[in-house]
């Protein structure tokens, strides 16, 4: 301020008064720049996507579908409508780093209630963060259930990785990042400071200061009440902006469109058919449903060779099990894969090596890994929850084991007198009467059934069919439905009963001797 006079009393002066005016001018200037650039970008097309519940696997996927439907309709800008008290790390960090680095459109974070703990990482990675003022945001501090199912704050490596991945992504949107790690760390003090050069005002730790080139030129003030001594910070709306850990405020989705100027260019996605499908698909209750159907239908499809009914009905309820693991974000090509090989290994023991020895064992477990593995979204338990989920799973996979033996032996007990499945079973004739037809006009079937009904066990024939177990063996004039007992038996061979039960015929292949 230019000053005249032994008092400091100001002189009017018109060359003073045209400084002012020029100085006005120039500030007035700044000020709309500096407006200019906070300002939010005007958007041609947005997509809000509701994310709300405990972030897990189910929820992290569910999430990245949305994400595809948002750029398939060319959207420019996405809004994270966020209302979580947070969820898994890992899963958080992801979502977090998958928002970070989207590459085809702004990010936005908008808090109408809260977003803690993993959901306050999630946020840290959008381009922006919108909170409805009274909202509430932070405290992410990682926490463990250990072996009494008491939750205790993680140790110290854990949190130190956390803390460095925080600040990662409070750094890369330009946040403070003292008070993002102050999220993660409750030991962590975070000051007002201010340069003494240009009055420019930062939030930062004492190490942050110590470890600046120049830390003189920063003079420390109050303390940031919300990270305060043994306290995850957490932040309101309006004071998140205040702190600059937030851009701005909106107190519904209308004021968040104006904001970016969406007007009626605002698709709002929410949970759909399909979520709600793979959510219920997921639940452990339909997942042993799926499992003792699959397995009834193949015990079924063995049990009548020749009816495909079993065998669809099975590859049907296992692919909808791996569809549901796929979207639910528990399952990969490798759990599929092993499924695959497995099934392999038991159709090489049931068709090329008969009996049960190591391919049957084999593919057996293998076909227990895959489907354990496609319920969790770890292979090896890290963590007292990992244990948790893994105990989980194997007790729905023993269940469904149980469920089966004892579904497998009422069918083999009363197969023919259930409904539906009686019509599968190849019923004995009933007695000839003077009138009946004579054998050239009877049915195929009337003849299978007097086939299986009258052989005994020794008996013998020509198989007329390959089997590879399961065709047809020709006994005198009656073609009977059958299963080999060893290795495939090409037609023509002959071939002896060695088993009968029910409605099973088992035969082997005749070793016929030469002679000299």
């Not at 490596?157 to 403070?176: D, N, Q, T």
């Not at 083999?412 to 009946?436: Q, T």
Request: negative net charge; aromatic residues 8%.
């Amino acid at each position: 301020m230019f000053r005249s006079g032994r008092f400091g009393k100001p002189a009017f002066r018109p060359a003073t008064v045209a400084g002012w005016f020029l100085l006005s001018l120039g500030c007035w200037d700044l000020a709309i720049g500096t407006a200019a650039e906070e300002a939010p970008r005007e958007f041609s097309r947005g997509v809000l996507i509701r994310f709300e519940g405990e972030i897990n696997p189910m929820l992290q996927q569910y999430l990245y579908r949305k994400l595809d439907e948002a750029k398939a309709a060319d959207a420019d800008v996405v809004i994270v409508e966020i209302d979580s008290p947070g969820g898994y790390v890992i899963e958080s960090l992801d979502i977090a780093k998958r928002l970070r680095d989207l590459p085809w459109a702004h990010t936005v974070a908008y808090v109408p209630d809260m977003a803690l703990s993993g959901a306050a990482i999630v946020a840290l990675g959008c381009d922006e963060i919108i909170m409805d003022p009274k909202a509430m945001l932070g405290d992410a501090g990682p926490i463990f259930q250990d072996e009494h199912f008491q939750f205790r704050h993680a140790p110290e490596k854990v949190r130190s990785h956390l803390a460095a991945e925080v600040r990662e992504l409070a750094k890369s949107k330009g946040r403070p990042t003292a008070l993002a790690e102050a999220m993660v760390d409750r030991d962590l003090l975070v000051y007002r400071y201010t340069n003494v050069h240009s009055r420019e005002v930062v939030y930062r730790s004492e190490d942050e200061v110590a470890a600046d080139p120049n830390p003189d030129q920063w003079e420390q003030g109050e303390l940031v009440h919300e990270s305060r001594k043994d306290a995850f910070l957490e932040a309101s709306g309006q004071r998140a902006v205040e702190l600059g850990l937030a851009d701005g405020t909106a107190t519904d989705r209308q004021a968040l469109a104006q904001r970016y100027r969406l007007g009626d260019n605002l698709t709002v996605v929410e949970w759909g058919g399909v979520d709600t499908v793979v959510m219920i698909l997921n639940t452990p209750l339909v997942t042993v449903l799926l499992f003792v159907v699959g397995l009834v239908a193949l015990y079924i499809e063995f049990s009548a060779p020749g009816i495909s009914i079993g065998g669809l009905t099975a590859g049907l309820c296992f692919s909808l099990f791996f569809w549901s693991r796929f979207l639910g974000g528990t399952a990969g090509w490798l759990e599929v894969v092993l499924f695959a090989a497995g099934v392999v290994f038991l159709l090489i023991e049931l068709f090329v090596l008969p009996g049960f020895g190591v391919a049957g064992l084999t593919g057996f477990l293998l076909l227990i890994i895959s489907l354990v593995l496609a319920g969790q979204n770890f292979i090896l338990p890290e963590t007292s929850g990992d244990l948790d989920t893994l105990t989980s799973t194997l007790l729905v996979v023993a269940t469904s084991g149980l469920a089966f033996f004892v579904a497998a032996f009422v069918l083999s007990s009363y197969f023919g007198a259930i409904p539906l499945l009686n019509s599968l079973a190849l019923k004995p004739p009933e007695p000839e009467s003077p009138d009946a037809p004579d054998q050239a006009a009877r049915t195929s079937s009337d003849v299978m059934a007097e086939g299986i009904a009258g052989l005994r066990v020794g008996e013998r024939g020509v198989a007329e069919s390959l089997l590879r177990p399961a065709g047809k063996v020709r006994f005198g004039s009656r073609p009977v439905d059958v299963v080999a007992d060893g290795s495939f038996i090409t037609p023509g061979c002959p071939v002896e009963v060695v088993e009968i039960s029910g409605n099973r015929v088992v035969v082997r292949q005749i070793e016929e001797t030469v002679g000299d």
